[in-house]
């Protein structure tokens, strides 16, 4: 990543902080800048979290880690990361019409992790996103060794988790992550 291109990322990562404060009450940019300029692989998954479709935001800070909580709040789910079955087991799994990736790949490959479902419904507390499509989630290991996914999204003022085949695949559903600065 070139210097003017990190100079743009941050500049749209602090336009983004300040049109959303109720994303980060309390928050400081300053300090956040700070956190995302020490480590260039930070700017290059936000950059590559933003290319995808994902604007990611602060939405929470951890005392006992001391690390600020990046996650995408796009209204719907990141457009480039639709259409994915969950897991590479799932990807291989699928002999007709596989999907092009997977989402725990695709989170890998960008520096992100995707949400549990305890942090998608903290970032539904601070932003109401996926009206129209629908996420994966982190799925325990008991559900995902039956060869199912979880994925989540919000329908009349609720939020919904559900289970699918890991190889399922939608051109509405794909998955948002987090990054951890």
């Given at each position: ?16 902080f300040?049109?959303?404060?109720h ?5 400081e940019w ?11 692989k ?15 935001d ?16 796009s ?5 480039g990361?639709?259409s ?5 087991q ?9 999907p092009?990736h ?10 992100i992790t ?5 942090e ?28 199912g996914a ?10 919904f ?11 509405a ?9």
């Open positions: 990543m070139t210097d003017n291109n990190q100079e743009e990322m941050v500049s749209l990562l602090a336009e983004r300040d049109a959303n404060m994303r980060h009450e309390g928050m300053e300090v956040v800048r700070e956190r995302i300029t020490r480590d260039p930070h700017l290059l998954a936000l950059r590559t979290m933003e290319d995808t479709g994902g604007e990611p602060v939405i929470g800070y951890d005392e006992t880690s001391d690390t600020y909580t990046f996650v995408d709040c209204k719907e789910s990141p457009k990361r639709r994915a079955c969950y897991d590479k799932a990807l291989e799994s699928r002999k007709k019409f596989p092009k997977n989402a725990i790949d695709a989170a890998a490959e960008i520096g995707i949400l549990t479902e305890e998608y419904r903290a970032l539904q507390q601070v932003e109401v996103v996926d009206t129209k499509t629908s996420s994966w989630i982190h799925t325990p290991a008991d559900i995902r060794e039956r060869g979880l994925f989540a999204d919000y329908r009349y003022g609720h939020v988790i559900y289970h699918n085949g890991a190889e399922s695949y939608y051109g559903r794909g998955f948002r992550g987090k990054l951890n600065v």
